[in-house]
């Protein structure tokens, strides 16, 4: 245990391998360090900014889908008043077409009916005549009674 | 020693020798009989009388050897890193570096207060060295010494730097010497006045003050470096007096294998614990010295 050259030479390694650290270890590595922290925290604070965003994403389309809907509701209104519309027009046209048809069938009838008294009318003044010619036993002239025949069967 | 079997005294004190060349006064008579001639000799200490003998003028090979190869280490580790740093995600070795260096950065940051780019690089460096050569206290205590006996013939071997003064007390100077400096290009004439005028305002206190301020001064470099040895050195001396027992008979084995474990264990805990006050007694007297009251 002498204290002896050593002590000079533990000196001069001390001094080497302190100014080998301070020029090419140190710098380097805390220059790296520094570099990947300000990195982690560009990092951090982008993801800040990105959730904000989505946020406000969601709130845009939050809104978005509120105003889609409500524009759904209108179209389906308006759909079902016109629908509704449709159906009343529809069933008006069928109302006045049933009328007309009904008043053309009774303007029918009625004419069918005329015609068919009419011709009852004639036959009937037939009738009248042969039952008269049966009753007097004679003929009678038709020219000379068509005038009163015509008036019994008008009478009818 | 080699060759028969040791005592234990014996073998302790070869633990404790390191292998040193250095300068042999004139006329020392060495173990094989053979006279050193009048200028003296640089020769291989063949043991510790021999070692002792040469006072200052010699060298712990081993010490220097394995505290240089460490700090070769820790640059080499630490640059290889650096280069390959990037601000990407960082994995495996990287990761491990970064964590002892933003350690390091954040101690001194908490501890120094003044502008200067050396303390950060010289706490890093100390740390990490530091670290490393008192590692080197867990490698089993015969194994590289009986290696390189059985190799190269090589008779002694510590392999713990830190268990040599010189290594410690080397750092410690320079360590000194850097407070030194700052004190003087921080403070200026202030530094006197610290010296001289505190903690005794007055000018008659001067050689007082002058007395207690060296001896404050002084005591910071030798607290630092003894500390470190005494810690380390006590602890290696436990591991040797352990390897000891393991030769006491086959009834010792068991508990002396029993006690290396705990002791490792316990020293796991000296091991980083004298590295980061190394350190932090390093940044804090470095802190003291820029600091104008």
């Known amino acids: 245990m002498n204290i002896n050259l050593t002590l000079i030479g533990q000196m001069i390694a001390f001094v080497c391998f302190v100014m080998f650290c301070m020029k090419y270890v140190w710098p380097p590595l805390l220059a790296a360090m520094a570099e990947r922290e300000k990195k982690i925290a560009d990092g951090l604070a982008a993801a800040d900014r990105a959730s904000h965003d989505l946020e406000l994403a969601q709130e845009k389309a939050v809104e978005r889908l509120k105003e889609a809907k409500h524009e759904a509701a209108g179209i389906v209104d308006a759909a079902n008043k016109r629908s509704a519309q449709l159906v009343e027009e529809a069933k008006q046209a069928a109302i006045v077409e049933a009328d007309r048809v009904k008043a053309a069938a009774q303007a029918e009838i009625e004419q069918e009916t005329n015609r068919a008294k009419e011709h009852l009318r004639g036959q009937v003044a037939a009738l009248a005549l042969a039952g008269a010619e049966k009753v007097l036993g004679a003929t009678i002239d038709p020219k000379a009674h068509t005038e009163l025949v015509d008036k019994l069967a008008s009478e009818l | ?293």
Not at chain 2, 236 to 244: D, N, R, V, Y
Request: net charge negative; glycine share 8%; hydrophobic share 55%.
């Open chain 2, 1 to 293: 020693m080699a060759g028969s079997t040791p005592t234990v005294s014996e073998y302790i004190t070869h633990h404790l020798t390191n292998l040193t060349f250095g300068k042999l006064p004139g006329g020392y008579e060495r173990v094989d009989g053979t006279l050193v001639g009048p200028d003296g000799a640089w020769v291989m200490a063949s043991g510790a009388e021999e070692a002792s003998a040469m006072g200052f003028y010699a060298i712990h090979v081993d010490s220097m050897m394995w505290s240089i190869g460490l700090g070769i280490i820790f640059c080499w580790i630490f640059r290889s890193v650096a280069r390959k740093a990037e601000a990407g995600v960082p994995s495996g070795l990287v990761n491990a570096v970064e964590m002892i260096v933003e350690f390091v950065d954040n101690t001194v940051r908490d501890t120094f207060h003044g502008h200067n780019k050396l303390v950060a690089p010289l706490a890093l460096t100390v740390f990490v060295w530091v670290l490393l050569m008192n590692l080197m206290d867990l490698v089993p205590i015969d194994l590289v010494p009986k290696i390189l006996e059985w190799t190269f013939g090589i008779h002694f071997q510590k392999i713990v730097p830190s268990t040599d003064p010189n290594i410690t007390l080397g750092m410690a100077v320079g360590v000194f010497i850097l407070m030194l400096y700052y004190s003087v290009k921080v403070k200026g004439f202030g530094f006197v006045k610290e010296l001289t005028m505190t903690p005794f305002n007055h000018w008659a206190f001067i050689p007082v003050n002058l007395f207690m301020e060296v001896v404050g001064l002084l005591a910071k470099p030798f607290s630092l470096g003894l500390r470190l040895f005494g810690n380390l050195y006590a602890g290696e001396m436990i591991f040797i007096l352990i390897a000891a027992l393991f030769s006491a008979g086959a009834l010792w084995m068991v508990p002396a294998g029993l006690l290396q474990v705990a002791w490792g264990i316990f020293h796991l805990l000296v091991i980083p614990l004298q590295a980061f006050i190394f350190m932090v007694l390093t940044v804090v007297y470095l802190s003291m010295a820029h600091e104008d009251h």
